[in-house]
T-cell receptor
């Protein structure tokens, strides 16, 4: 089974609007962390936001927020007030305590912001 | 620089040629990772170092792939007798801590784009 599933291969969003990127995960490990990365065409993976499995509140970092629904095993990324520079691939990833230090990534969602 | 640095950025290799990809992690980072990313897909884990020790090499696809980090800083990923299916972006990443710590952010380099012809 896929550890991380991103069901939206591509999305268009109007500049200044909000967009939600879906991510569901599969783990039996009670201790894990969820991450979102942005990958522009240059190729670098840019860390955006992190949510720990024991965190009580949803994570926020500037225009990024993570809608963490533990029972549903989902960790959706919300980007508010989209900007043209937000056009990129977005990857959800998970680190599990039992798997050590490595991240497991989903297949990604391509976002294109329209002016 | 302050980030993870990789070289070369682009490499074209003839099938059967050996290649070496270099990674300079963020200074002081204990953990170092190599990932392989095929076109249009998410990165796939290859191997992990904690200082100079290679603790996990479960993702290396074949014995043609070899990685080392002899002094616990710079790492080299070597691919012997390259095949066309090795064409991918090879991402290096580092993090401050070793071992599992859920909030231990992993920082990536820009990748080495390998094309095997």
């Amino acid at each position: 089974a896929q550890k991380i599933t991103q069901t939206q291969p591509g999305m268009f969003v109007q500049e200044k609007e909000a967009v939600t990127l879906d991510c569901t995960y599969d783990t039996s490990d009670p201790s894990y962390g969820l991450f979102w990365y942005k990958q522009p065409s240059s190729g670098e993976m840019i860390f955006l936001i992190y949510q720990g499995s024991y965190d009580q509140q949803n994570a926020t970092e500037g225009r990024y927020s993570l809608n963490f629904q533990k029972a549903r095993k989902s960790a959706n990324l919300v980007i508010s007030a989209s900007q043209l520079g937000d056009s990129a691939m977005y990857f959800c990833a998970m680190r599990e305590a039992e798997a050590g230090n490595k991240l497991t990534f989903g297949g990604g969602t391509r976002v294109l912001v329209k002016p | 620089g302050a980030g993870v640095s990789q070289s070369p950025r682009y490499k074209v290799a003839k099938r059967g040629q050996d290649v070496a990809l270099r990674c300079d992690p963020i200074s002081g980072h204990v953990s170092l990772f190599w990932y392989q990313q095929a076109l249009g897909q998410g990165p796939e884990f290859l191997t992990y170092f904690q200082n100079e020790a290679q603790l996990d090499k479960s993702g290396l696809p074949s014995d043609r792939f070899f990685a080392e980090r002899p002094e616990g800083s710079v790492s080299t990923l070597k691919i012997q007798r390259t095949q066309q299916e090795d064409s991918a972006v090879y991402l290096c990443a580092s993090s401050l801590h070793g071992g599992y710590y859920s909030g231990n952010t992993i920082y990536f380099g820009e990748g080495s784009w390998l094309t095997v012809v």
